[in-house]
């Protein structure tokens, strides 16, 4: 069995293996304390807040309205239960070793952002037919098929649906594009059903003729957090931030997408929180531990500074 292989055969729950005897479990001495979880979820010192968007900007194509923190709760929106307690994760297409490797970390990066276990499916062939278009794009001397991303929202995942998942996203290397009129999209989720569907392709430098190097390697494994984080947090009820820049803002470009954070602002993370129940100091620790042991020291120095000032709080 080779190594592509082993990524759709093995079923995979990262959350437990990689953090197996990390110290801060839950109930021990690191738990934050009531006004320690006020701070983190209200302090907003450590965030810059949204700007005035520009032409070609998300906010500029559309117009969004805040979701308040009452809203979201009010929204019913989806948790784990005693059934559907894992984050499942269903790769479609064919994954060369570096693809694998990039989506697997993103994977484990997910369990400790949304404090859930994960799994890994078998993986599945894109559509032949049907469901896609070929595009051209100037920076390529290929044509690019992309695929619609109704094919995974109503057809492919709603089916396969595991009794366990509490979302259920597919993975792909192949374009998407959610209808006619778009150029593209990075991703697509819905906030009921608990199915979405990103792309990793628009992330790595082949796709815009550009050569690989180390650096480049740990941006695109940024991107692809964001993505996958961004999406699922969809699944889970949250809505685009329209405050701060936060890491669910919506996106209309891979430079755009840049300019947003590996963060959640204070209003998203106070949902987040709200919805997993999770313990904020543990999480925090745990992401400085994921972004020191893969290369990534903006993320990390920026964690380390918040989580200082949310131990200082008594």
């Given at each position: 069995?080779?190594?592509?292989?082993?990524?759709?055969?093995?079923?995979?729950?990262?959350?437990?293996?990689?953090?197996?005897?990390?110290?801060?479990?839950?109930?021990?001495?690191?738990?934050?304390?009531?006004?320690?979880?006020?701070?983190?979820?209200?302090?907003?010192?450590?965030?810059?807040?949204?700007?005035?968007?520009?032409?070609?900007?998300?906010?500029?194509?559309?117009?969004?309205?805040?979701?308040?923190?009452?809203?979201?709760?009010?929204?019913?929106?989806?948790?784990?239960?005693?059934?559907?307690?894992?984050?499942?994760?269903?790769?479609?297409?064919?994954?060369?070793?570096?693809?694998?490797?990039?989506?697997?970390?993103?994977?484990?990066?997910?369990?400790?952002?949304?404090?859930?276990?994960?799994r890994i499916e078998n993986g599945l062939p894109l559509p032949e037919k049907g469901w896609q278009r070929i595009r051209q794009f100037p920076w390529q001397d290929k044509?690019?098929?992309?695929?619609?991303?109704?094919?995974?929202?109503?057809?492919?995942?709603?089916?396969?649906?595991?009794?366990?998942?509490?979302?259920?996203?597919?993975?792909?290397?192949?374009?998407?594009?959610?209808?006619?009129?778009?150029?593209?999209?990075?991703g697509q989720a819905t906030l009921s059903r608990g199915v979405g569907v990103y792309s990793i392709i628009r992330y790595f430098p082949k796709f815009w003729g550009e050569k690989e190097s180390g650096s480049s390697q740990i941006i695109t494994l940024r991107r692809i957090c964001k993505v996958l984080t961004?999406?699922?947090?969809?699944?889970?009820?949250?809505?685009?931030?329209?405050?701060?820049?936060?890491?669910?803002?919506?996106?209309?470009?891979?430079?755009?997408?840049?300019?947003?954070?590996?963060?959640?602002?204070?209003?998203?993370?106070?949902?987040?929180?709200?919805?997993?129940?999770?313990?904020?100091?543990?999480?925090?620790?745990?992401?400085?531990?994921?972004?020191?042991?893969?290369?990534?020291?903006?993320?990390?120095?920026?964690?380390?500074?918040?989580?200082?000032?949310?131990?200082?709080?008594?």
């Open positions: 069995m080779t190594c592509r292989t082993a990524f759709f055969c093995i079923v995979v729950f990262l959350f437990a293996s990689y953090f197996m005897g990390n110290k801060g479990a839950k109930g021990k001495s690191n738990m934050s304390s009531p006004e320690q979880l006020k701070y983190a979820t209200s302090d907003e010192s450590d965030f810059q807040r949204m700007p005035e968007p520009k032409p070609g900007d998300w906010l500029f194509q559309f117009h969004e309205s805040r979701q308040s923190f009452k809203e979201y709760v009010n929204s019913e929106p989806l948790q784990t239960t005693g059934q559907r307690k894992v984050m499942v994760f269903q790769p479609v297409g064919e994954f060369s070793e570096e693809e694998r490797e990039l989506v697997e970390k993103a994977i484990t990066f997910a369990s400790i952002w949304f404090d859930i276990p994960t044509p690019v098929t992309q695929y619609r991303t109704d094919y995974f929202l109503n057809l492919l995942l709603p089916s396969r649906l595991p009794d366990d998942a509490v979302c259920y996203l597919a993975v792909t290397n192949g374009d998407l594009y959610p209808e006619e009129s778009w150029n593209f999209v990075f961004h999406e699922a947090g969809h699944m889970l009820g949250l809505g685009h931030c329209i405050d701060y820049l936060c890491n669910m803002n919506g996106s209309n470009s891979l430079e755009e997408s840049d300019r947003r954070p590996l963060r959640l602002c204070p209003l998203c993370l106070k949902k987040l929180q709200w919805n997993r129940k999770f313990d904020v100091i543990e999480r925090y620790e745990k992401l400085y531990t994921f972004f020191q042991e893969n290369g990534l020291k903006e993320e990390e120095a920026w964690t380390a500074s918040r989580l200082k000032k949310i131990k200082a709080v008594q």
